[in-house]
């Protein structure tokens, strides 16, 4: 996440978040909230969409 993610998400002004899953190898890239106080985020899954080619898209709202 970026600085501007943070400051958004500490300070309440995200309404959803959509992450896409994509198969690809196992262990590579940088995790979503890594970087985050972990306080800071308490995510609801309010909808799961799945796509024939394997990628699923996740929408979660802040609790």
């Not at 994509?22 to 309010?46: N, Y």
């Amino acid at each position: 996440m970026s600085n501007l993610d943070q400051t958004l998400l500490a300070n309440r002004l995200v309404d959803e978040y959509q992450l896409s899953i994509v198969p690809t190898r196992v262990g590579h890239g940088k995790r979503a909230f890594q970087d985050v106080d972990p306080s800071l985020v308490k995510l609801e899954l309010i909808d799961t969409h799945r796509f024939k080619n394997g990628v699923i898209t996740l929408t979660y709202v802040p609790m």
